[in-house]
C-alpha cells in the first residue's frame, strides 16, 4: 500500500510566523503536490513538484513556498502566515502523472490566530 | 475560479437507497477521477476514467465519462452506513499539465440505518 505521511495533524500557529508543513511517501514516486482544502471550495492545489529540486505552482501558489530535497519529502512553506491560511492541508503523491492517480495523506488542520 | 461544479452539495438518505451525483462544466476534461474522503482522513481513489462514454465500476459504485467530456457521474446502489463522507469528482482539464487536477467542491453524503 502507498503511504504518504503528513508530520502533524493538527498545527496551531500565530500571525507573522514561519510554518513548515513536512510529507513523506513511501513508494519512489516521483510526483508531489500540496493542496488546501477549504469547505465549498474542494481540493486547490497550491504547488506540485515532477522531480527532486523541481517545482511548478499550481492554481493559488501566492504566500506559500515549497521545498523538495529528497525524493521522498515534500515540504510546504508559509512565510509568514495569516488568519487567511488557516485551513486543512493535503500533502498527495503519484507515480505516472498521465494516469492522473494521487495518492493522499491525512491532512494537516492548520489555525493562524 | 471554479470550474467543476459538483451536486449535489449534500445528501441525506436511508440505508438501502441508491445515490447519483454528478459533476459538469463548461470545459472539456481528458480524465474524471471519484474520490471519497472519510471523516479525518485524506481522499482515497474510487473509480478513474480516462475515455469519453467510458462506464466502470467498483462494487457498488458505478461511474461515467459524459461523451461530451464536459461531465461525470457516480452512482452508489444500496447504500451502507460506511458510505457516509464526502465524494469528489476531480478531472484534468484539456490544454492543462498531466497532474494538474481540478476537483469540485464536494457532495457531503449522510446515511441514516
Known amino acids: 500500500d502507498v503511504k504518504v505521511t503528513q508530520s502533524s495533524r493538527y498545527l496551531v500557529k500565530r500571525t507573522g510566523e514561519k510554518v513548515f508543513l513536512e510529507c513523506v511517501q513511501d513508494?519512489?514516486?516521483?510526483?508531489m503536490f500540496w493542496y488546501r482544502q477549504d469547505p465549498g471550495l474542494g481540493l486547490r492545489l497550491i504547488y506540485f513538484?515532477?522531480?527532486?529540486?523541481?517545482?511548478e505552482k499550481g492554481d493559488i501558489p501566492e504566500g506559500y513556498s515549497v521545498s523538495r530535497e529528497k525524493k521522498e519529502r515534500f515540504s510546504l512553506i508559509l512565510e509568514s502566515a495569516s488568519t487567511n491560511q488557516t485551513s486543512m492541508y493535503l500533502c498527495?503523491?503519484?507515480?505516472?502523472?498521465?494516469?492522473?492517480?494521487?495518492?493522499f495523506g491525512a491532512g494537516t488542520r492548520l489555525s493562524v490566530l | 475560479g471554479q470550474q467543476l461544479n459538483q451536486s449535489p452539495q449534500s445528501m441525506f438518505i436511508q440505508e438501502g437507497e441508491d445515490v447519483s451525483m454528478n459533476c459538469t462544466s463548461s470545459?472539456?476534461?481528458?480524465?474524471w477521477l471519484w474520490y471519497k474522503q472519510d471523516p479525518g482522513e485524506g481522499p482515497v481513489l474510487l473509480i478513474a476514467?480516462?475515455?469519453?462514454?467510458e462506464l466502470t465500476s467498483n462494487g457498488r459504485l458505478t461511474a461515467q465519462f459524459g461523451i461530451t467530456r464536459k461531465d461525470s457521474f457516480l452512482n452508489i446502489s444500496a447504500s451502507i452506513p460506511s458510505d457516509v463522507g464526502i465524494y469528489f469528482c476531480?478531472?484534468?482539464?484539456?490544454?492543462?499539465?498531466?497532474?494538474?487536477?481540478?476537483f469540485g467542491q464536494g457532495t457531503i453524503l449522510t446515511v441514516h440505518p
Open positions: 513508494m519512489d514516486h516521483e510526483n
Open positions: 513538484s515532477y522531480d527532486v529540486k523541481m517545482k
Open positions: 476531480a478531472g484534468q482539464l484539456r490544454g492543462t499539465s498531466y497532474g494538474k487536477l481540478t
Open positions: 476514467l480516462y475515455k469519453a462514454g
Open positions: 498527495a503523491s503519484s507515480l505516472e502523472l498521465a494516469k492522473n492517480i494521487q495518492y
Open positions: 470545459s472539456i476534461f481528458n480524465t
